[in-house]
Nanobody, 124 residues
Framework: QVQLVESGGGLVQAGGSLRLSCAAS????????MAWFRQAPGKEREFVAT????????YYQDSVKGRFTISRDNAKNTVYLQMNSLKPEDTAVYYC?????????????????WGQGTQVTVSS
């Protein structure tokens, strides 16, 4: 069993930055890959970024490449999403997710555990 808790969301002006954190509890965290997804009102949940167990491989949605950075600290059981140059279209509830295999994935169906989400609102 793995529990994930996101934090760091809030209101920011366009062009600003936020750093999201996802703290994990449970003994399986260091065994699998992690990812961030987001869901805006009236839209389906979409992939944002993922990172392998080792942290060596990362993948991003095209719209956030060059602006967002995913990282993890297995010793602290935490994954991060540094978001720079935020745009109004980044407004959404952001969820972290964990899977038990080590390879990174952008597929929601391949993740076993999900956090409760944290709201990110970017004003014009």
């Amino acid at each position: 069993q793995v529990q994930l808790v996101e934090s760091g969301g809030g209101l920011v002006q366009a062009g600003g930055s936020l750093r999201l954190s996802c703290a994990a509890s449970g003994r399986t965290f260091s065994s699998g890959a992690m990812a961030w997804f987001r869901q805006a009102p009236g839209k389906e949940r979409e992939f944002v970024a993922t990172i392998s167990w080792s942290g060596y491989r990362t993948y991003y949605q095209d719209s956030v490449k060059g602006r967002f950075t995913i990282s993890r600290d297995n010793a602290k059981n935490t994954v991060y999403l540094q978001m720079n140059s935020l745009k109004p279209e980044d407004t959404a509830v952001y969820y972290c997710a964990a899977r038990l295999t080590t390879t990174a994935s952008a597929n929601t169906r391949e993740y076993d555990y999900w956090g409760q989400g944290t709201q990110v609102t970017v004003s014009s």
